[in-house]
């Protein structure tokens, strides 16, 4: 006997909810606002309006459905299952912080607060929810299929994104690898930089797009379903022993980025979530492409 879907609503603890935690009451909360000269009270009205919303989208699974909740930061340790569908309910980047944790799941963006967010990703209003659920489960609903980016180190290690992934210095320290095509007859370059950023067509709406605003010769940035990378070097820093002329270039589906590292650490992380990032040592080797696994955004 087959178990009855399962919904999963991600979310993530608002701006009220963090003041809380950190400075107990309310009245404490307002007064530290108020001697930065802003309200609790629109602080407030968000974060209930994000209740609201997440109030209607349970309401609106079925009742023969299951359901579960996470928190954002409790994403690494929640287990989807394939058969979930996953309804997030937020801004556009809790979808991206969501999408490294799935492997093929249908997802439903939902936003609470309607001409706030940009809503590239979260596309629904809460009333949709019903009718998104249903064509979700039945597969009726137009599903797009949004290219990811991945690494992987040469001890098995891997990570997804669906922006983009950073590997540099955890710190503002210079970040020193080897980088170049990962292929044996490809010329390789020593680098000391900022880090390097490898991102999507989803990512090119953000931090990639700054970084290819700056280059005069940087290739087209990819579309969103785009089976294609772009990456950048930051702040290439030439020297007798480190070049700046492999500092930026695109990734098809077949090509790989080898990275090796030469500095005592540096960190590879996706979409901003720094807490859950590959550590890296001298010597090690990480290859960033396009991932098989793609973000299945209901439409």
Not at 80 to 101: E, H, I, M, T
Not at 111 to 125: F, K, Q, Y
Not at 247 to 266: A, C, K, N, P
């Amino acid at each position: 006997m087959s178990l009855a879907p399962r919904a999963v609503l991600v979310h993530r603890a608002s701006e009220y909810e963090e003041l809380l935690a950190r400075h107990g009451t309310h009245g404490q909360a307002d007064f530290f606002l108020s001697t930065r000269g802003r309200s609790i009270r629109e602080v407030a009205d968000r974060h209930h309006r994000t209740l609201r919303a997440l109030a209607d989208v349970a309401a609106a699974i079925p009742p023969t459905w299951r359901q579960a909740r996470v928190e954002r930061a409790d994403l690494d340790r929640f287990l989807f299952a394939p058969q979930d569908v996953v309804v997030v309910v937020g801004q556009d980047g809790l979808v991206a912080n969501a999408a490294k944790y799935l492997a093929g799941q249908p997802v439903i963006g939902v936003d609470p607060e309607p001409g706030r967010n940009p809503g590239v990703l979260v596309r629904h209003r809460p009333s949709a929810t019903a009718k998104l659920l249903s064509s979700a489960a039945s597969h009726g609903r137009t599903v797009e299929e949004l290219t990811m980016v991945e690494a992987y180190t040469d001890d098995g290690q891997r990570l997804l994104a669906l922006n983009e992934i950073y590997l540099g210095a955890p710190s503002h320290q210079t970040a020193r690898y080897r980088i170049g095509p990962d292929h044996p007859d490809a010329t390789s370059e020593a680098h000391a930089s900022s880090g390097v950023l490898v991102g999507t067509g989803t990512g090119a709406t953000g931090w990639l797009r700054s970084l290819w605003r700056q280059r005069a010769d940087a290739p087209a940035l990819p579309g969103r379903a785009d089976p294609r990378l772009v990456w950048f070097v930051r702040e290439a820093w030439p020297s007798p022993v480190t070049g700046t002329s492999l500092v930026e270039g695109e990734l098809s589906r077949s090509e790989r980025l080898r990275i090796t590292v030469e500095s005592d650490r540096l960190v590879a992380f996706g979409d901003g979530m720094e807490n859950d990032a590959l550590d890296l040592t001298w010597g090690q080797s990480v290859r960033v492409g396009v991932s098989d696994t793609a973000l299945r955004l209901v439409g």
